[in-house]
């Protein structure tokens, strides 16, 4: 499934958890790792800023890129000494997230792994401008490593046993099992398909729920999701079905994530109804920021909205509840 991961890092050693979880992946479906690197020139990096007086040289220039090559083939150096993969590393310069968005379109990235915690460079944006650049930007899924344990105890290494995928009944949001279902192959995991219900309009009366407005929005739910289940078990991973009732639908993926202790949440960014219609806006952002556990992001190219197969039309006729 995945051929090339692109592991951004920016030498500040905050990424090296992204980096091992991007070998273990590559090890296991016999994929190269990219290492990449960009150096900021002026602003980027707060460099050349006249209100510091800073004056950026040729000659500064040029012993920061030498410094930041050397770095980079000693980090590609550990890698190979330490994983069976294949490594490769790349020293490029401008706009952060424009240079790795066109990296990964002329590498034919298909998978990229970047960390959550760092304290400068792209580690320090990796929750903020580039993380969402790249997810917006491309349609190459984004593998936000959020480590468990603190800095002297890393944990990275853990696989990815649990994984939550929350689906809404749509097509478009479906795509993202294509790219999930692979991974959780390969780490030997388990998959829990989650749809979340929310109250619709008149389910309140007087301050109070008007029950049971939500048996058939549950029911209907379950039924879609014991079908993609039923497919992604033929593929031979486990898969278990969740619904859950709540207002706000991030929280609510979030918080059943952190309760049954999840390993990465695995979301798509664009869909038209239901869950689907507002996580291009507050509910993956919400989702990525707020979450414990990894997150696997995806932006699928609106071209393949429509799909021709008749159950996705079923699906959609039997979850209009959800839209």
Known sequence: MYSNIMVPTDGSGFDREAILVALRVAERCGAKVRLVRVLGAGAYFGMGAAADGVIATPETLRAEHDAALSELYALAAECRNISSAEISSDLEQGPIA???????KRNDIDLIVISS???RGIARLSLGSVTDSLIRGTTIPVLVVKPKASYLTPEATKEFHHIVV????????EQILTRVVPLAKFEDAEITL???????????????????WWKKKVAGAQAYLSRRASEIRLQGVATTIEVVVGEKIAEAITDYARKERADLIAIATHGRGGLARVLRGSVADGVTKSAMSSILVFHPDKALESRPKKSAEKS???VTAFA
Do not use: K
């Open 166 to 173: 929350p689906l809404d009944g749509s097509a478009l949001a």
């Open 117 to 119: 915690h760092g304290r």
């Open 194 to 212: 989650l749809h979340v219900v929310t109250p619709s309009e008149g389910a309140f009366e007087n301050g109070e729920t008007r029950l049971p």
């Open 316 to 318: 959609r006729e039997q």
């Open 98 to 104: 424009d240079i790795l968005a066109g990296y990964a």
